[in-house]
């Protein structure tokens, strides 16, 4: 529980337009995996859209198993 916790106040620091490298779990089939590119939304539950060079990927929260801010 703590470690859902702990991403969550991550996500919530998170900002649109900021950079990220986004690690998914991989039974999902997501490719490339992981994600990177800059957040274009975000809603209160913690999913976001991340812009990368193969279009806009939704992201949801309990998708993720590690996200990195990267420096623009």
């Not at 976001?48 to 990927?57: K, L």
């Amino acid at each position: 529980m703590a470690i859902f916790e702990s991403l969550m106040q991550t996500l919530k620091k998170l900002a649109v337009g900021d950079r990220v490298k986004v690690t998914l779990r991989p039974e999902l089939g997501r490719f490339p995996n992981p994600v990177e590119g800059n957040i274009t939304q975000k809603d209160d539950s913690g999913n976001f859209f991340v812009e990368s060079p193969g279009g806009n990927i939704k992201i949801g929260v309990g998708d993720i198993l590690s996200i990195t801010k990267l420096s623009r």
